[in-house]
């Protein structure tokens, strides 16, 4: 069943999701024994606000938690009881490969955005990405995920990863230092949130094509403001890109 989500409940008296629904340690060990099914959480947030603020505030951060352990514990480990741009948004970024529109982010390449199965997220890639000077910052990438025999493009990978404390990281210290601009238009996939391009402030190391198998000249990818990272590369055939690997 699809739920059109509601955005007027404000939980008034004659509110009638406050009468008789379940309370939230309830709701918890619901989705407990649910292996916090994200398809679920996402249904149950399109009910109303009351359902949507507890997704956002216990369900998607024990998806996270479940999904991915010892990063989100990484995550977390400067103290804070949050991670930026919300679970959410985090949880998404997990599980949805953003794909690309006509006239978006990647110019006039069109794939639609899908959720995968399961990605591999990498702290040790990240470093691949980050320049020298900002390799203290801490950045987990995904595996490309491919879509292969995209016609001229030839064979299309899109990456996403997120940075560790991101407002105090040294890719944003650089990209202000550069007078890096924010797209006008477009917003990151996961959080909303405006977007900086890498490639803009020539801040993509030779080192990221190496890590993905890519053509060097052939990747771009953009950080938010909450440290949400989304890119796309053109894929290497199989036996260039093993040669590649072995130099790196």
């Not at 009638?16 to 309830?26: I, N, R, V, W, Y």
């Not at 998404?92 to 899908?114: A, D, T």
């Amino acid at each position: 069943m699809i739920l059109t989500k509601q955005y007027r409940c404000v939980h008034s008296a004659s509110c009638q999701c406050t009468k008789g629904h379940l309370s939230e340690d309830a709701i918890f060990l619901v989705f407990q024994h649910l292996n916090w099914n994200p398809k679920l959480i996402a249904t149950l947030s399109c009910a109303c606000k009351w359902f949507d603020d507890l997704a956002k505030r216990v369900l998607w951060k024990e998806f996270c938690r479940t999904r991915a352990p010892k990063m989100m514990l990484d995550l977390q480990s400067s103290g804070s009881h949050s991670v930026d741009g919300n679970w959410r948004a985090l949880g998404k970024l997990l599980i949805y490969c953003s794909g690309c529109k006509k006239g978006g982010l990647f110019n006039n390449i069109q794939i639609p955005g899908h959720f995968v199965y399961r990605t591999r997220f990498s702290r040790t890639s990240g470093k691949s990405f980050l320049m020298p000077q900002c390799r203290t910052d801490i950045l987990y990438v995904s595996d490309p995920c491919e879509h292969l025999d995209q016609g001229e493009e030839g064979d299309i990978g899109f990456f996403r990863g997120i940075f560790k404390s991101f407002s105090m990281s040294k890719v944003r210290k650089m990209l202000i230092k550069r007078g890096a601009e924010l797209h006008p238009t477009e917003v990151c996939p996961y959080c909303k949130a405006k977007l900086w391009s890498m490639l803009q402030a020539k801040m993509i190391p030779q080192s990221a094509s190496c890590r993905l198998g890519a053509y060097e000249d052939c990747i771009d990818y953009y950080v938010c403001l909450n440290g949400h990272m989304l890119g796309i590369c053109t894929l290497l055939p199989l036996s260039d890109s093993e040669e590649t690997s072995e130099l790196e």
